[in-house]
């Protein structure tokens, strides 16, 4: 595998921070608004947003013909299912522990690229992989009491980490000629409706305003996680293979572990520092290339 650029690996880092720092947001906003009110207003948000920085820079809105369904089926993977998924995990067990089950992705990507696509797994690769396994699961055992008694958390951490690892495949195979930021545009913009219209049905209105604090969280998440970090996010798929891009990943969870445990005093468990430890190995495998002999 050829060395990674540092501007890449720059990149990488960013959206380390910013995607692993959000998840004590989601805390904060769904303690007082509705799943779906909370994610349309990230949605929103981040349209306005993408819009913006699209009409600044003169870019282009279009969507290259025959594109369509592949970008609606990327929307639904990537935003629609996750934004409910992970909000609903949130609900039930700690931000932190969330994050775990959503970015089991990498080792979705793994199983799917080799049984589904025939993609070949180097050994260094699978190493990474193992090893990143190994710092997932010193996350989760400390919890297994709170899984046991919230079922519902573990689920949709898991359908979300599942979901966005289709959606990776979906736009990692396209061509998408001629988009930049109307890939994340677009795919924000087709799972706005259904988001928007469950919020409709489903949530009911906030009793009283809320605070300060949430509606900060909200309009943050979508602005900068929500817009830039997806944005960035499919920036890094195109550049770096599959495996790898997915296993990029895998230290975004230690962030927001880290991040919960200081902003809302969520749990620590010893065990992380093997977490800790297990996912600077497996990045290094996946993203620092063999020297040659």
């Not at 947001?25 to 007082?32: N, S």
């Not at 025959?66 to 992970?86: D, E, K, Q, Y």
């Not at 009491?145 to 979300?160: D, E, I, K, N, T």
């Not at 943050?220 to 790898?244: C, R």
Request: glycine share 6%; with cysteine.
């Amino acid at each position: 595998m050829p060395r990674v650029p540092i501007k890449v690996l720059a990149l990488l880092a960013a959206l380390t921070l910013v995607w692993g720092t959000n998840w004590p947001m989601f805390a904060i906003a769904l303690r007082e608004l509705p799943v779906l009110t909370f994610r349309t207003g990230v949605l929103s948000t981040a349209l306005v947003m993408l819009w913006l920085i699209m009409r600044l820079r003169g870019e282009s809105f279009a969507v290259p013909k025959g594109r369509w369904p592949a970008l609606i089926l990327a929307s639904l993977m990537n935003i629609t299912v996750w934004n409910i998924a992970t909000s609903l995990a949130v609900l039930y067990i700690p931000s932190g522990h969330a994050s775990v089950l959503a970015y089991t992705m990498p080792l979705w990507v793994a199983l799917l690229g080799f049984v589904v696509f025939r993609q070949p797994l180097t050994g260094r690769l699978l190493l990474a992989i193992a090893i990143g396994a190994v710092a997932v699961a010193a996350l989760m055992v400390p919890n297994f009491r709170s899984y046991a008694s919230a079922p519902q958390g573990l689920f949709w951490g898991l359908v979300a980490g599942l979901c966005w690892a289709i959606g990776t495949f979906v736009v990692k195979r396209t061509s998408w000629p001629g988009m930049g930021l109307s890939l994340t545009f677009w795919q924000v913009a087709v799972a706005w409706p259904p988001i928007a219209a469950g919020m409709a049905v489903i949530d009911d209105w906030p009793p009283h305003l809320p605070s300060t604090a949430a509606l900060l969280a909200t309009l943050y998440t979508g602005a900068i996680p929500m817009a830039l970090g997806t944005a960035a996010w499919f920036t890094l798929v195109k550049l770096l293979p599959t495996q790898v891009a997915a296993l990029s990943s895998i230290a975004i969870p230690i962030v927001a572990v880290v991040s919960g445990v200081v902003l809302l005093h969520e749990p620590l468990s010893g065990l992380q520092a093997v977490a800790i430890g297990s996912t600077v190995i497996s990045l290094w495998l996946a993203l620092v290339p063999r020297r040659s002999s």
